[in-house]
């Protein structure tokens, strides 16, 4: 069965600190695909990074980066010089391939809540 | 602009209600999905549908149905619904293929009282 697993619930830190969020996933396919959604207090969820499980070059945009690691089964999150808008809860889910497709259902993990102090 | 629009922000219903939560994307997406959102929980998926007419149960489809007749549409039921049907829905609407991601509405929280 496919899992993902964000084992920080909270996280606190004061602004302008760097900030990794973590996540592990369990699946037995070959092709899949990992996603962050950022949800802001407002509800919706935002789109942020997606991820094919054949590319593992990682990521940098702008204060974001990503960092995937198949042998780990892991996608981590780390936002560089944080700011009072990224808190927020932040979703890392996974979707599973027909093929190559994406069929677009989404597992989520619990969700990790950031608060940013300033 | 993309857009995955949900009827309601905030609905109350009372116990043994019938309710419908709407849901209309103007992407022209294959692809639409029902979530239910709990705290520690993240989101679930309750049904999905990938063409009009077309519905497949998710991972908690009890005590929910749904409707789509149109394809920008998709609708969830709750045919009688029940205090632990309170919690934040969902919905999303995705392209199939290689490299695509759901868009989400902005929610709907459901309290049954």
């Known amino acids: 069965a496919q899992k993902v697993t964000q084992a920080q619930t909270e996280i606190s830190v004061v602004e302008k600190e760097d900030v990794t969020l973590d996540c592990v996933y369990e699946t037995r396919d070959t092709t899949y695909y990992l996603f962050w959604y950022k949800q802001p207090p407002s509800g919706e969820l935002v789109f942020l990074i997606r991820r094919n499980s054949f590319d593992e070059q990682n990521e940098i945009s702008g204060r974001y980066s990503w960092n995937f690691q198949k042998s780990t089964s892991s996608f981590n999150f780390t936002i560089t010089a944080s700011q009072v808008v990224d808190s927020a809860v932040y979703f890392c889910a996974l979707s599973e391939a027909i093929g190559s497709s994406n069929t677009g259902k989404l597992i989520f993990g619990q969700g990790t809540t950031l608060q940013v102090k300033p | 602009d993309v857009k995955v629009t949900q009827s309601s922000r905030y609905l109350v219903k009372r116990t043994g209600e019938k309710v419908f939560l709407e849901c209309v994307q103007d992407?022209?997406?294959?692809?639409m999905f029902w979530y239910r959102q709990d705290p520690g929980l993240g989101l679930r998926l309750i049904y999905f549908?990938?063409?009009?007419?077309?519905?497949e149960k998710g991972d908690i489809p009890e005590g929910y149905s749904v409707s789509r007749e149109k394809k920008e549409r998709f609708s969830l039921i709750l045919e009688s619904a029940s205090t632990n049907q309170t919690s934040m829905y969902l919905c999303?609407?995705?392209?199939?293929?290689?490299?695509?991601?759901?868009?989400f509405g902005q929610g709907t929280r459901l309290t049954v009282v």
């Open positions: 992407m022209d997406h294959e692809n």
């Open positions: 549908s990938y063409d009009v007419k077309m519905k």
């Open positions: 999303a609407s995705s392209s199939p293929g290689m490299n695509t991601e759901a868009f």
